[in-house]
């Protein structure tokens, strides 16, 4: 039987954000939103980082629109957030800094 991973407390959340700039977290998710310049960077930038998503049998909750994706992790099976979501959004956030039409929203 699989063991359910380690879920983070919101003072171990608040520090390993530290090292994520520009993600947040809200109603116990990870969350950030990223400006693209348009559908086919939004579309582009989303397929990169669900191709390491699924390798990774993790997958964020997605807002997709034109020129805009906001990402939301946690980890579904273990009621919360974990090394999984940090992992994943430490992916993506190299992928969207290797993307120069992808940027952070605000």
């Given at each position: 039987m699989a063991q359910k991973a380690i879920t983070y407390s919101e003072a171990e959340i608040a520090e390993r954000l530290g090292a994520l700039p520009g993600w947040s977290y809200e109603g116990g998710e990870l969350r950030r939103t990223y400006k693209t310049d348009g559908w086919p960077t939004t579309?582009?930038?989303?397929?990169?980082?669900?191709?390491?998503?699924?390798?990774a049998d993790h997958h964020p909750d997605l807002e997709v629109g034109w020129g805009k994706v906001v990402v939301r992790l946690s980890t579904h099976s273990a009621r919360g957030i974990t090394e999984k979501d940090f992992a994943l959004a430490r992916r993506i956030e190299e992928i969207a800094q290797a993307h120069a039409a992808v940027r952070t929203a605000g």
């Amino acid at each position: 039987m699989a063991q359910k991973a380690i879920t983070y407390s919101e003072a171990e959340i608040a520090e390993r954000l530290g090292a994520l700039p520009g993600w947040s977290y809200e109603g116990g998710e990870l969350r950030r939103t990223y400006k693209t310049d348009g559908w086919p960077t939004t579309v582009m930038f989303v397929n990169a980082f669900a191709y390491f998503a699924e390798a990774a049998d993790h997958h964020p909750d997605l807002e997709v629109g034109w020129g805009k994706v906001v990402v939301r992790l946690s980890t579904h099976s273990a009621r919360g957030i974990t090394e999984k979501d940090f992992a994943l959004a430490r992916r993506i956030e190299e992928i969207a800094q290797a993307h120069a039409a992808v940027r952070t929203a605000g």
